[in-house]
């Protein structure tokens, strides 16, 4: 069994933290060292991905100190209890079991007698038949047409994920013929929400799916009724037209309203449920089954490697701890994510909840306050949109910002156009090597007010072409590396109590049982 530290109190710790500045990424990157560099600080990921880190304030002696900071927090050792059913969710007492539902790693984790990796694989062979049938027109509206459109409702983890994927594939689903339907979301209870999705469809051969997988989402439930509201206007019988993607201890499972119920269990938080039917469903609709099963494979390939207990062959674990050491020794407060690719325009926000929701954390998993900082702030906007809003602050700002780029060799309809000697797409891969570089080694000038002083750190993930399996792949990578961050800081990085409190005063207001500035603001907003 693992021992759980604070930070703070490992040897390996002390030893980092002396490292602080230890690496001048100016210098180094600068002429041909940095060449070297870009070439040899690269680790392979899964489905042809690739990790590469030079442009990182790491070297040798920085690489070592972070491996055996690994070793001291055994972070492999707690890796595989997790996916062996350890009870890693200390505040909610649960499994952590995401993987299981794409990958072959680890023992039989039997629940009740319920073998969890055959549930979870039942489930998707269930959303998979499900899509199949609507596909084949099997299952149509009560007119016998086929659906053509699919509207998820959900929020959080039941929409940002799924969302982030379902625009990630599109353009590839339509350039590689298995575009099935097309699909929309509501997930903010601002009714403007469903209104205006609710006016771009067409009711009839509309399928709506309810993803919640406590069954009680205020915005969720609301949306819900919303959309039974216009079926039941437009002459329609919502329970034609509804799915269900919920628990099986939940109100929604209860419901005799839906045309199917597609489980999940607690054991998948919400913020790592895109590989579970949460995601399953609306991708299978939407792309066919088969795509989404190669989005799994990609992330069960990037699972097996977050088992290598090299750092240098461990891409997800790497990722973590340079980022560790970003944080607690550098002091740097944010991380960006920058998608050189239109298709990865919403995973900045899915990976947003991901990783706030995960590490935003103060006290450890025995619920005891911590000393040292915890998750950054995370934020990013696809390239090269984000060069002409924020980049100012990351390139000149006081703080620094450390970067995570990533870029592919090819666009995904592969329509381009040549102008001036090069194509869209060359110029979107030059700004991202443009931007690596002047981040890193900036550029004097006497003018301060024209100075670049570099030393900005980044990484940048490359592949050939965003599909279903690297996008699979980059997903993992990124729940991985929160998940190792947070075995790091000895937070339990599974459950989110910070989003109660908020949730309990909005029932307040919306009952009138307010006093003070809750009364005041109340009032202030015609409630
Ligand atoms: O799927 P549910 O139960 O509706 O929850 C939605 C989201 O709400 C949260 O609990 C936060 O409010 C997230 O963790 C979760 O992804």
Not at 48 to 75: I, R
Not at 250 to 279: C, H, N, Q, W
Not at 414 to 438: F, H, M, P, R, Y
Not at 472 to 495: C, P, R, T, Y
Request: charged share 20%; hydrophobic share 40%; proline share 3%.
């Amino acid at each position: 069994m693992a021992t759980w530290k604070n930070l703070d109190t490992l040897a390996s710790y002390s030893k980092l933290a002396g490292l602080k500045g230890h690496v001048n990424i100016a210098e180094a990157m600068t002429g041909e060292n940095g060449a070297e560099r870009v070439k040899k600080y690269s680790a392979p990921m899964a489905a042809g991905l690739a990790y590469n880190y030079a442009a990182k304030q790491v070297d040798e002696t920085v690489l070592n100190a972070l491996a055996d900071l690994a070793d001291e927090a055994q972070l492999i050792d707690k890796f595989q209890e997790l996916y062996n059913g350890a009870v890693i969710n200390t505040g909610e007492k649960r499994m952590v079991l995401h993987h299981l539902a794409r990958t072959q790693l680890g023992d039989a984790v039997v629940v009740d007698g319920v073998d969890k990796r055959e549930f979870y694989v039942a489930q998707q062979k269930k959303a998979a038949d499900f899509a199949n049938k609507v596909h084949t027109g099997e299952i149509t509206n009560e007119n016998g047409e086929k659906f053509t459109t699919v509207v998820q409702i959900g929020i959080g983890g039941s929409d940002l994920g799924p969302r982030a994927l379902y625009i990630a594939l599109e353009n590839w689903a339509k350039a590689n013929n298995t575009f099935k339907m097309e699909a929309k979301f509501i997930s903010n209870v601002d009714p403007d929400d469903a209104a205006a999705v609710l006016a771009s469809v067409d009711l009839a051969h509309s399928l709506f799916i309810v993803v919640s997988k406590s069954g009680t989402t205020l915005e969720t439930l609301t949306n819900e009724a919303f959309v039974k509201n216009a079926l039941v206007k437009a002459g329609l019988n919502p329970s034609k037209h509804m799915l269900a993607v919920t628990s099986e201890t939940s109100p929604l499972a209860k419901s005799e309203d839906y045309l199917t119920a597609i489980f999940m269990d607690d054991y998948i938080g919400g913020r790592y449920s895109s590989v579970s039917g949460v995601g399953g469903a609306i991708l299978s609709l939407a792309f066919g089954p088969e795509v989404f099963a190669q989005i799994l494979d990609g992330a069960a390939a990037e699972d097996k490697l977050a088992t290598n207990k090299n750092i240098l062959e461990n891409p997800d674990m790497l990722d973590a701890l340079i980022g560790v050491y970003e944080r607690n020794v550098q002091g740097y407060p944010a991380t960006t994510v920058l998608p050189y690719s239109q298709a990865l325009s919403r995973f900045p926000a899915h990976l947003q909840q991901c990783d706030m929701e995960s590490n935003g954390k103060s006290v450890n998993r025995f619920g005891e306050p911590v000393d040292y900082v915890t998750g950054p702030v995370i934020f990013g906007e696809p390239g090269t949109n984000g060069q002409h809003s924020f980049y100012q602050l990351l390139h000149q700002g006081t703080d620094i910002v450390p970067l995570q780029f990533i870029g592919f060799k090819k666009s995904q309809l592969g329509v381009d156009v040549d102008i001036e000697n090069s194509t869209s797409q060359q110029k979107l891969c030059a700004n991202v090597a443009a931007q690596i570089v002047a981040f890193a080694c900036g550029k004097k000038d006497e003018n301060l007010n024209k100075n670049f002083k570099g030393g900005r750190p980044s990484s940048i993930i490359t592949g050939e072409e965003l599909t279903p399996a690297s996008l699979g792949a980059l997903l993992a990578h990124f729940e991985n590396k929160i998940m190792f961050q947070g075995f790091v800081w000895n937070l339990n990085s599974f459950d989110q109590e910070g989003v109660q409190l908020g949730k309990v005063l909005a029932k307040r207001v919306l009952a009138h049982d307010t006093d003070g500035a809750l009364k005041v603001y109340s009032d202030l907003l015609n409630i």
